[in-house]
């Protein structure tokens, strides 16, 4: 499976931006997935890239470098109730997601 | 509305016990995955399952066991061979018919609410 890297924590003020990296290894990668998770919940699927680029879904936007094995979250104009732990998460071959450990974010005032 | 249900929300295991864990979805969905994850980790699979009547190990498979004799149902079994069972259990099904299409690989993931499991 892919061996997924990202961040454990991250600090951030409310109303700013912040930008969530996760590399990857670039072998037998198809794409690359976001999720959110907040604390006891299930995650919940925020993104999904296949090629190089930036998507963007209002306040949330993710970008993917296939070459560099790279992809970050960007979370804009930030919100306390953003505080919550982010999960990538790569699909190679078959039907399987492998998942990075997962960014902890924290919203202050 | 359609989702994936897990039950129960808490299980409590006494040593030696096997529990059965539920997962039900209505989504139609072909394929079904069990995660585990502990405390400040990542989501580890356990089993997977991407049609009726078959499914695979995932990486962290010894001590627990599957079925899928439905489509909408994958209980998960956590054996007493399982000795460190007390985690938060999660259970996710995937669309795309694989016998229609193959696998739509931007289908992402949908996931119960979860059951945590701990040992008495």
């Known amino acids: 499976g892919q061996n997924i890297d990202q961040p454990t924590e991250m600090t951030a003020t409310e109303g700013a931006i912040v930008q969530i990296n996760c590399t990857y290894q670039?072998?037998?990668?198809?794409?690359l997935f976001w999720y959110q998770q907040h604390a006891g919940e299930a995650p919940t699927f925020l993104s999904y890239n296949v090629l190089d680029g930036l998507e963007e879904k209002g306040r949330f936007s993710s970008f993917l470098s296939r070459s560099k094995g790279y992809s970050y979250l960007l979370l804009k104009e930030l919100q306390m109730k953003d505080s919550a732990s982010y999960l990538c998460a790569g699909t190679g071959g078959g039907n399987k997601l492998t998942f990075g450990t997962g960014t902890q974010l924290k919203v202050e005032l | 509305d359609g989702g994936i249900t897990q039950s129960p929300k808490y299980l409590f295991r006494k040593e030696g016990q096997n529990v059965t864990l539920s997962c039900e979805q209505n989504?139609?969905?072909?394929?079904m995955y069990w995660y585990r994850q502990d405390p400040g980790q990542g989501l580890r699979l356990i089993y997977y399952s991407q049609i009726v009547n078959d499914f695979q190990k995932g990486d962290i498979a010894e001590g627990y066991s599957v079925s899928r004799e439905k489509k909408e149902s994958f209980p998960l079994t956590v054996t007493s061979a399982q000795k460190n069972p007390t985690a938060f259990y999660l259970c996710?099904?995937?669309?795309?018919?694989?016998?229609?299409?193959?696998?739509?690989?931007?289908?992402?993931?949908?996931f119960g609410d979860g059951t945590r499991l701990s040992i008495l």
């Open positions: 989504l139609n969905h072909d394929a």
């Open positions: 996710a099904s995937r669309g795309a018919g694989f016998r229609d299409r193959g696998w739509n690989a931007n289908q992402p993931q949908h």
């Open positions: 670039t072998s037998g990668f198809n794409g």
